[in-house]
């Protein structure tokens, strides 16, 4: 059978696509609704007047969570909560984001190896942390008469952090510097069940891909 307008229907489950914010207790205009309490159970199909009147007696939202359905899906919980996690979430989002940038790091071409294990851990952190690193060498006096001393350097460099950084930009001269930027080299991460991702998956989100068994059998 053909899946309600604005579903996705898989074997087992039904994805409801709501884009932007939810209509929420008396915005909900419709006169009849599929129902998921806030326990995640279904009630199936009933009275918008219904609903609304059980989540207020329960201090609880009634929120549309799939308004192109037929009937639309609605979910009984504390949307005030939903909210205020989702802000929450984007806020924490933003500040990684923002705290994600280019660092640098200052090598001489004749550098001890002391000093150049600890600049190249702090590179490594760095790339771990998801930052870019640009490496700059700083050539002094004829120092700048011999680049190979410090391409040698920016070698040691790569060599040292070739599992977790790819270069960016290659080694190029920079007036009396020599630079390369290098970047977390993200491996590719193994995809998670369904099971799981379906236990960490948002309030709202995991709620409208619970209606598929009901939605058939009503159908069939």
Same mark, same amino acid.
Request: charged share 35%; glycine share 6%; net charge positive.
């Given at each position: 059978? $053909?899946?309600?307008?604005?579903?996705?229907?898989?074997?087992?489950?039904?994805?409801?696509?709501?884009?932007?914010?939810?209509?929420?207790?008396?915005?909900?205009?419709?006169?009849?609704?599929?129902?998921?309490?806030?326990?995640?159970?279904?009630?199936?199909?009933?009275?918008?007047?219904?609903?609304?009147?059980? $989540?207020?007696?329960?201090?609880?939202?009634?929120?549309?969570?799939?308004?192109?359905?037929?009937?639309?899906?609605?979910?009984?919980?504390?949307?005030?909560?939903?909210?205020?996690?989702?802000?929450?979430?984007?806020?924490?989002?933003?500040?990684?984001?923002?705290?994600?940038?280019?660092?640098?790091?200052?090598?001489?071409?004749?550098?001890?190896?002391?000093?150049?294990?600890?600049?190249?851990?702090?590179?490594?952190?760095?790339?771990?942390?998801?930052?870019?690193?640009?490496?700059?060498?700083?050539?002094?006096?004829?120092?700048? $008469?011999?680049?190979?001393?410090?391409?040698?350097?920016?070698?040691?460099?790569?060599?040292?952090?070739?599992?977790?950084?790819?270069?960016?930009?290659?080694?190029?001269?920079?007036?009396?510097?020599?630079?390369?930027?290098?970047?977390?080299?993200?491996?590719?991460?193994?995809?998670?069940?369904?099971?799981?991702?379906?236990?960490?998956?948002?309030?709202?989100?995991?709620?409208?891909?619970?209606?598929?068994?009901?939605?058939?059998?009503?159908?069939?």
């Amino acid at each position: 059978m $053909a899946a309600p307008a604005g579903v996705v229907v898989s074997k087992e489950r039904v994805i409801a696509t709501v884009p932007g914010d939810h209509r929420v207790n008396e915005r909900i205009r419709v006169d009849t609704i599929r129902l998921i309490d806030h326990e995640g159970n279904q009630r199936g199909v009933t009275s918008t007047r219904e609903a609304l009147a059980l $989540a207020k007696s329960l201090d609880l939202d009634l929120v549309e969570i799939a308004p192109t359905a037929s009937p639309p899906v609605c979910r009984i919980m504390d949307y005030g909560k939903f909210k205020f996690d989702e802000a929450q979430k984007a806020k924490e989002s933003r500040r990684k984001t923002q705290n994600v940038g280019v660092k640098e790091m200052k090598y001489r071409p004749k550098i001890g190896d002391q000093d150049f294990s600890t600049k190249t851990r702090l590179v490594e952190k760095f790339l771990g942390e998801g930052h870019k690193v640009k490496i700059t060498i700083m050539f002094r006096g004829r120092e700048s $008469a011999h680049p190979e001393l410090g391409k040698k350097i920016l070698d040691r460099i790569v060599e040292r952090v070739g599992d977790t950084a790819k270069v960016e930009s290659s080694p190029k001269l920079d007036g009396r510097n020599m630079t390369m930027v290098l970047g977390p080299d993200k491996k590719p991460v193994k995809p998670k069940s369904a099971d799981a991702a379906t236990e960490k998956a948002p309030q709202v989100e995991s709620a409208t891909t619970e209606v598929a068994a009901e939605v058939s059998n009503e159908e069939n």
